[in-house]
């Protein structure tokens, strides 16, 4: 019986002038947004390989000069896009993509791609990601809410219940045909974009990539499940098509364009994010007052003093290591803690806004749905965390090796020194630091950190198959 | 006829509560979009203020040094120097007086003032750094701060004025229309209302007139009432020429929403159907058309990439050390008048420092150039195609209308250029001159402010997309105000 129903209602729709167009501008939409994507991606990839090498290049070939100075000079980490970046770019034109390693500074990442675009990319991106989550939902209310109030307009519901139909066979047959419907628009599209990811090269440098495609699919089918059920459900309970389809398009555009912003700004008033100059500000007078009201010149000097007890030494002369080069690594380090915590605020408060969008999200699915997208896309906020410490690390790393180096081939200068007295490193010295390189977040914390929106998106699908359950059963003969 | 028609049609709606829950809906968005658009711009200013402050507090240090400094020297008589040495030790003339360290070591933050409207519409300032350290480095460091921000956020966008009349406004105006004659002929009233002495036309136009008159009553007197909490300057002029063409663009807006209804109407077939239709067509013009334009417009004329602008910028700037002292001769080949006396060429850092920054803002200016150049293609790009959607065309009116546009920012943009030049100038020709500042050169600093656009600069990006719209909407309007005079009643 339930194929019976099943074949009727995807006879119909398919047979609807709807189904074509709805179905046509799907298929473009999807398809342009997939090349589109996968061209922006792989010039990026190329660009960003480029980068780094070049980078690295110069790095080494940067002249002779002292060991600090090659400090100054520093190095770049170029952000790489994300293995499905060309699926949903998520926040990379909202990133920097390039930071600067240098002596002294922590720096942000610079370069935002959405700096060098119109105003008008601000409607959003044509993504892939962007069309599933919001024209596969408008697709389905189109396709399904009709479902039974449209039978019921047309006197068929009654007809249909005098055949000893059970509501429970006339619910899931219509799901069944229904979603049998919007499945031949979508996975044809899907499968072409597997066929492109299979070109992609991008598979090398990221984990699991089957991982993300299976748990990229569960989601958005998830997703897909629950739009069909709320459809079904909305459209037993009303009496006119109309008012099933006012209900469900006012639910989508609550849901995907309208909660985002709300959500998005509650977030910034319950962990409101510094404004740049303030929190600037405040970072430099951290710094020059150190990390616990002792300024770093005055703990230096108490530190010069145990370094002096520790030799057994009364002046910088018979220390067996270069002073300046120690003195330039402690100054260095007595600011770590206090970048650790300004860009560290930062960074929690970002957090704790997601985790507010993301619990936003039980009163729209957009919300936890768009959050596992990006982050399995390698496109959102964890990786780009992920992609600021390592090069955090890095930095640290590439000051702490030159200022020791400094420290143990300049001790003869102890005694002489002077502005014009220094010694001079090459290219074998520089190249004791090791290109960056980035290790993209493994997946096992990315998905425990998402664990509650798969829950979400979970309990919406247990919600909607509920409700429609329960209206789908108030259907009797006499009501009808 | 029309009037009583009118009066009747408002008692019915009154009594529709669909329609008060879309009032109370559109208010509460309207309150928090103005809530979280005034937030948004107080952000920007509470930075600047920190950011200003700060930096000014470092030269006012500065200065209380060479004060000291000036005093000592009165008293113990001697020569006013200038510290040679770029940190200068205890007893010697203070930091404060090197010109090139004070320019170099302390930025001064140059402000793009909001406009009284911008919280009405955040438009892009949300991405654009609204202050910017201006020192002795180059041109790329200072252009190259981002405002902080949750990238998701400035992925969604905001949550302002302009996303309400934009998205949501259309949504409910559509809500309130996409029914008018089909529910009617649904219901089999509309042949007993054409009975009387009234024509399809009248009625049409009395439907939309109590309708409209009620949403645009709502969504004006509720802008007036944003604009006074969280607008800014009211008592200027400006603000209220700008709130006025707030005003005609959303009335052009919103026509063109209901005319579309109407259309629909006139030419659909049962209300369910036109639904389907103006969601379908709001989905394309709201969302799809800006996507689309957007992409086509980044895929012609993509931005160079800054990853090669950094390494090519970074080529310039090794280079220039190699041959720091090419350089430096080329520097003061430029200048001969600051070749200090006695030696020919100082090799003190700042000196270097300041002939690399100069040979790597030579070797980048080009390259840099050519993402405005691309961003401005673009815009051209955006600006021609806008006529495919009135999103678009209402996008840029509002921005233009709140000056959180793409080119009020390039117009501020230029005049940093500039004043950094001016900076430049003022402190590296103290700087070479050896020139020791005193305390009250402090006060002869280079001054920055901002000079607002022409007025007709802005009505000139202005007046395209609000004709734009007029057009757009008599277009809509006309076909079934034609149409109309030979509708058929009777159910086809």
Redesign the interface.
């Given at each position: 019986m339930i194929t019976a129903i099943a074949r009727k209602e995807f006879a119909e729709i398919v047979r609807d002038g709807r189904f074509k167009w709805t179905a046509a501008i799907m298929v473009l939409l999807l398809l342009t947004a997939m090349m589109a994507g996968y061209q922006k991606y792989s010039t990026a990839v190329r660009i960003q390989q480029a980068a780094q090498a070049g980078t690295n290049e110069q790095w080494l070939d940067q002249g002779d000069k002292n060991p600090h100075s090659a400090v100054h000079y520093g190095n770049y980490a170029f952000k790489p896009a994300g293995p499905l970046s060309y699926f949903d770019s998520g926040i990379s034109n909202y990133t920097g993509t390039a930071v600067f390693l240098e002596g002294h500074r922590q720096n942000f990442s610079t370069g935002r791609p959405a700096s060098d675009q119109s105003a008008i990319a601000r409607f959003g991106d044509l993504s892939g990601a962007n069309i599933l989550q919001l024209l596969l939902p408008l697709l389905i209310i189109f396709l399904g809410f009709t479902a039974f109030s449209g039978e019921r307009e047309s006197g068929t519901l009654r007809q249909v219940m005098s055949m000893g139909v059970t509501n429970r066979q006339l619910l899931w047959g219509k799901a069944l045909g229904v979603g049998f419907a919007v499945t031949i628009v979508v996975v044809p599209c899907i499968l072409i974009g597997t066929g492109v990811l299979a070109l992609a090269e991008s598979t090398d440098h990221a984990e699991g990539m089957f991982m993300r495609v299976s748990a990229l699919t569960i989601a958005y089918v998830m997703y897909a499940g629950i739009f069909l059920f709320l459809t079904l459900a909305v459209s037993a309970h009303t009496t006119h098509a109309r008012t099933t389809l006012m209900i469900l398009i006012g639910f989508w555009a609550f849901t995907g364009f309208l909660m985002p912003k709300a959500a998005s700004e509650i977030s910034k008033f319950t962990h409101p994010t510094p404004a740049f100059g303030k929190w600037m500000a405040d970072m430099k007078a951290h710094q020059r007052r150190g990390i616990d009201g002792t300024p770093p010149f005055v703990k230096f000097a108490a530190y010069t003093k145990e370094l002096f007890k520790e030799y057994g030494v009364n002046s910088v002369g018979e220390l067996p290591m270069y002073f300046v080069a120690v003195r330039l690594q402690k100054l260095e380090e007595y600011d770590y803690p206090v970048f650790d915590q300004h860009f560290g605020y930062i960074r929690d408060t970002y957090t704790k806004q997601r985790k507010v969008q993301d619990t936003i999200g039980i009163v729209a699915p957009t919300l936890p749905l768009r959050s596992i997208s990006m982050a399995l896309s390698g496109t959102d906020m964890i990786n780009h965390v992920k992609f600021m410490t390592d090069a955090e690390t890095y930095r640290r790393n590439m000051v702490l090796k030159m200022n020791d180096y400094l420290s143990k081939a300049s001790v003869h200068l102890n005694e002489t020194f002077a502005a014009d007295n220094y010694m001079v490193a090459d290219e074998e010295v520089f190249a004791i630091i090791p290109p960056f390189e980035y290790e993209p977040p493994r997946l096992a914390p990315m998905f425990a950190a998402h664990s509650s929106n798969f829950a979400m998106l979970f309990f919406w699908l247990l919600l909607s198959i509920g409700m429609a359950m329960v209206t789908s059963n108030r259907i009797s003969m006499e009501r009808n | 006829m029309l009037k009583l028609i009118i009066s009747h049609e408002a008692r019915q709606i009154a009594r529709t509560s669909?329609l008060w829950s879309i009032l109370v809906l559109l208010v509460g968005?309207i309150i928090?979009a103005a809530w979280?658009g005034g937030?948004s711009i107080e952000?920007?200013v509470?930075?600047?203020?920190?950011?200003?402050?700060?930096e000014d507090g470092l030269r006012h240090h500065l200065r209380e040094g060479t004060k000291k400094y000036a005093a000592k020297v009165e008293a113990e008589g001697g020569e006013y120097q200038f510290a040679m040495?770029r940190h200068a030790p205890g007893s010697g003339p203070p930091q404060g007086t090197n010109a090139g360290a004070v320019g170099a070591e302390t930025s001064k933050?140059v402000t793009l003032p909001p406009t009284g409207l911008a919280a009405l519409s955040v438009?892009?300032s949300d991405?654009?750094?609204n202050?910017l350290p201006v020192s002795l480095a180059t041109t790329l460091d200072v252009t190259?701060?981002?405002?902080?921000?949750?990238?998701?956020?400035?992925?969604?966008?905001?949550?302002d004025i302009a996303?309400v009349v934009i998205?949501?406004l259309p949504?409910f105006i559509l809500?309130m229309s996409?029914?008018l004659l089909s529910?009617e002929k649904e219901r089999g009233t509309l042949a007993m209302i054409l009975a009387h002495p009234i024509s399809v036309r009248e009625l049409m136009a009395s439907k939309i007139i109590s309708r409209a008159a009620v949403m645009l009553a709502v969504v004006l007197s509720f802008g007036v009432i944003a604009l006074l909490t969280v607008g800014t300057g009211l008592d200027t002029a400006d603000t209220w020429i700008r709130f006025s063409l707030w005003i005609v663009a959303t009335l052009l807006y919103s026509a063109f929403w209901f005319a579309l209804a109407v259309l629909v109407n006139v030419y659909g077939k049962?209300?369910?159907s036109?639904?389907?239709v103006l969601?379908?067509i709001w989905?394309i013009l709201v969302?799809?058309v800006?996507?689309?334009?957007?992409?086509l417009?980044?895929?012609i004329y993509?931005?160079p990439?800054?990853?090669?602008?950094?390494?090519a910028a970074?080529?310039a700037?090794?280079e220039a050390?190699?041959n720091a002292m090419a350089k430096l001769d080329e520097y003061y080949y430029d200048h001969l008048e600051f070749v200090p006396e006695g030696d020919k060429k100082a090799m003190d850092f700042l000196t270097l420092a300041q002939a690399n920054a100069n040979s790597i803002e030579k070797a980048v200016r080009p390259l840099y150039d050519n993402?405005q150049d691309?961003?401005n293609k673009?815009?051209e790009?955006?600006t021609r195609f806008q006529y495919l959607s009135p999103?678009?065309m209402m996008?840029?009116a509002l921005?233009e209308v709140s000056g959180t546009?793409?080119d009020r920012y390039e117009h501020f943009l230029h005049q940093v250029y500039a004043f950094h030049v001016e900076w430049r100038a003022y402190f590296s020709t103290k700087f070479l001159q050896r020139y020791p500042l005193k305390p009250e050169d402090y006060d002869a600093f280079p001054e920055f402010e901002y000079q607002e656009e022409a007025f007709a600069a802005v009505m000139n990006r202005l007046v395209p997309s609000l004709l734009g719209m007029l057009i757009l909407f008599l277009g809509v309007v006309l076909v079934p105000f034609i149409a109309l005079r030979n509708y058929q009643v009777a159910a086809r």
């Open positions: - | 669909a968005a928090f979280s937030r952000r920007q509470v930075g600047a203020q920190a950011a200003t402050e700060y040495v933050f438009g892009q991405i654009q750094l202050y190259k701060w981002l405002e902080l921000e949750n990238p998701v956020s400035l992925a969604v966008g905001s949550f996303f998205f949501l949504i809500a996409y029914d529910s049962n209300s369910a036109n639904g389907t969601a379908g989905l969302v799809i800006p996507q689309m334009v957007s992409m417009a980044t895929t993509p931005a990439s800054r990853m090669e602008l950094t390494i970074r080529q700037q090794t050390e190699k993402f691309q961003l673009q815009e790009l955006v999103a678009i996008q840029l921005n546009s793409a």
